[in-house]
Every structure is written in structure tokens, then in C-alpha cells.
């Protein structure tokens, strides 16, 4: 059901914002705290990356950067959702990372905004391939009301292609030459890979992943529309948010700029004061799987070795995800009181979209009285706050990001935010934000340990290591 204009214009009103008063000195002392000087003398180095990038964007790369306003392949994406929706009862994405958790996260965060009280297939992603999980996953389906999309860019994805031959297999034996086509959707490059060729011989429903975007980057592409338009969101309101945050980051004052403010805060972060690890805490637990997303956005993007000043460097933040409140009684005690090498940013959400009140109970006893009368989100709302003092009162730097409530329009926003402010500190550390050749180099041997044609020097590598393992040394 489409939104009414007043309803757009109010999901426009409700910009993403960041509070970056735990990160400076006069916050949290100067150890770990930035000074004013040092973001003034970053200044030029970020508005030049902001340049570079968008410079680049018009040359035709970047190609993520535009997502937000390609809507051609969303009337497609749009029919073959509700195609889908008269016809499964179960819709299972089997891809993995980049491949899957945009997809998770999109629909977690909004699950609740299904419109119209429509019927949606369940959605169910599928990102690993632990075989006892997998085989109940199987047991439980009904696979002639099942549909399954198969993705991957490459069409090499081990993991992915090795799902799809089990599928295709138990299809073709429970459904029949004939029928078993129609359950499987597979998403790949348009052109080339072993994928689209079997898309060609075999006459599966296909969608295209979005030329020149890395898997990590296309949060917004169709790869991950489809499952969230299958659910009944508005996918549309989703890239309207990206593209009002996308005017917002293309700002070349760093300071009028949400993602190059973030960039550089935790640039300097690390390299002045120490802090490499970047934990990312939402209070709410429907954002807990963006959080997964993001962690692995930032690592496979900022994770690299180069070659600088003669050496090797290794470069890279290391992305911690907690889940507000539950990890205040796990991890907070170490964010606290042990090393001063982390900056946590909590993502609270102002208005859940729901009131549950706690009971007026037990008068007479203090420990428990104080809690009635309060609504479940001001008491999680309260923790928030309480941790970020506690955190800035023992010098550890914060950040807030604050979401008004979680609409299409605002998750759309935080999905692009993340992915520019990624791209713009990997600018900052002098890397390349969009290649993993250490995570190729992994697949390499993998290939070569299955027996892959043209990786026998890889399987003979790994041969050898396993034959030096000392058994003395195993307990």
C-alpha cells in the first residue's frame, strides 16, 4: 500500500543524526579524547576525499553510490515479489555474506512495517553451511510451496553453489523435471560466471547483481529488494532515505557531512589516540542483524595489508558487535574498565512503535517499586544513556547515532551512511575500500583442497602444512 504524500513528507522530516560530543577531549579527557585542532587539521584531507569520491562517481565508479536513484529495476523487482507471494509460503535466499546480510538486515529492521496486512511468504536466509543445520532446514520446508534464491556475484561462491546443487537435486526428486524450475530464482552477473550459464541452459527466473558492486555494497540493489518487497516493505521509501541521506554526504564541508564527520572522528581515533576497535551496540534488538552487516562492511573493507615507506602495513579497525542492553551485563565491564582501545556507538532508537508499561507493583519495596509506571523503552532508553556516561566519565569515547524511529526512510539512510563513511576512511588510510584478496586467497586454497581444476599447487600446499603438524604439539 502506498504512503500518502503527508506520510512521505513526515518520513522526510525524520533525519538520522550524530552525536559526536563523546569523542572530543573537553568530553572525556585528553588521553583518548580528539582536540579541535586535530579535526581542523583533517579538515582539508577529508574534503578532498568527499571530492574524490563523488569526482570518481561521475566517471561511472562507485556504482553503490547511485543505487538510491536507479529505480528501473524496481518495477521488475516489485512484479516478481508478488508473483512470488501468491505462490510460496517459504522464500529462503541461499547466498552468504555480502550475498545474504543485506538482505537480514533490511527485513529485521522492518519487518514490523509490513503493510496492509498482506500475506508474505516466511523469509528465511540460509548463510551457512553447517550440514546439520542445513538438512533440518530441508526437513522442515514443504519445497512444492518453497521458492529459493540462489545468489551469488561470481557464480563461484563454494558455499552458495554447493546449497544450490543440494536444492536442485532434492527438488528435481521430490517436484519433477517439470515443475522444479519455477522454485529457484537465481541472482548473478548479467553476463559471464557459471551461474548465468546455467541460467541459460536451464531456463531458471533470473535478476541481475548490479554491475561494478562489490557484495557488501548492494544493501540497496535489487539482490536484496526482493526478499524485503516480498515481505510487504516499502522498498521504495527505503532507497528515498538512502538518496536524502546521499545529498547529505555529498556536502564537501566536512562538517555539514554525517559520513565524513564519522570517517575522520575514527581515523583519528586510531591513528592519534589509540583506539582501533570500533564496537557498534544498537539498542534494539530488530537492528542487531544491520549490526552484522556493518561488521562485516567494515572489516573486509578496511582490513589490508599495503606496502608503505619501504614495509608492510597492516591497516584495519576491528568491528565488535553488542546488542544494548543485554551485553551491559557481558562485554560492558571490559569496555569499562579494561583497555582504552575502543570507540562504542550506540544506535538508539527514540521511538520503538510500541508502549508496553511496567506494572505499578510492590509499593513496599524500593528495589522493585521504582520501575512502575515506566515504559519498557524509557527504561531501555535509560540504560543508553547511563552507559554512554559511564563510558565518557572513564575516558572512553562514544558516539551516538540517533534514528528517530525505524521507518524505510531511516533504515535507508543508516544502510547509505554506513556504506560512505566506509568508503571515505578506507580514503583516509590510503586503501582500496572494494577488493578482499586475503578472503581470495582463502577461496584459492578451499578450491584447491576440493579438488577444483587449475588449483593443484593450493591443495599441494595444504598437503604439505598438514603433514608438518607435529603430533606432540596436538593435546
Known sequence: MAQSFRGRKRQALDPVRIDLN????????????????????LRPRLATAVETLQAERKQGLHPFLDLPRERGPLGDVQALAEQIREEADS?????????????????????????????????????????????????????????????????????????????????LRELGAMDYVKHIIVTTEADGGSLRQIVNDEGFPSTSFPGGVSGRFSALSSVHLLPVALLGIDVEQILDGAAAMDERCRNPDPEKNPAALLAGVRYLLDVLHGVPTAVLMPYCDRLVPLADWWCQLWAESLGKRVERDGGRLSIGQTPVRAIGAADQHSQMQLYLDGPADKVVTFVRVADAGVEVEIPRSYPDLEDVAYLGGHELGQLLDMEQRAMELALNKRGRPTIVIEVPRLTPHTVGQLVYLMEVETALTATLFGIDPFNQPAVEEGKRLTFGLAGKPGYEAEREEIERWLAAKLPERVV
Open 22 to 41: 563523546g569523542v572530543f577531549a573537553s568530553t572525556i579527557g585528553a588521553a583518548t579524547g580528539i582536540h579541535p585542532e586535530e579535526l581542523s587539521s
Open 91 to 171: 522464500f529462503v535466499v541461499l547466498g552468504i555474506g555480502g550475498s545474504a546480510r543485506g538482505a537480514r538486515a533490511l527485513a529485521s529492521a522492518l519487518a514490523h512495517e509490513v503493510t496492509g496486512g498482506r500475506r508474505s511468504p516466511k523469509l528465511i536466509v540460509a548463510d551457512n553451511i553447517d550440514p546439520a543445520s542445513f538438512a533440518h532446514l530441508l526437513d522442515e520446508l514443504d519445497l512444492s510451496r518453497t521458492v529459493f534464491n540462489v545468489v551469488s556475484k561470481s557464480g563461484e561462491t563454494s558455499e552458495t553453489m554447493a546449497q544450490f546443487l543440494i536444492v536442485r537435486e532434492r527438488l
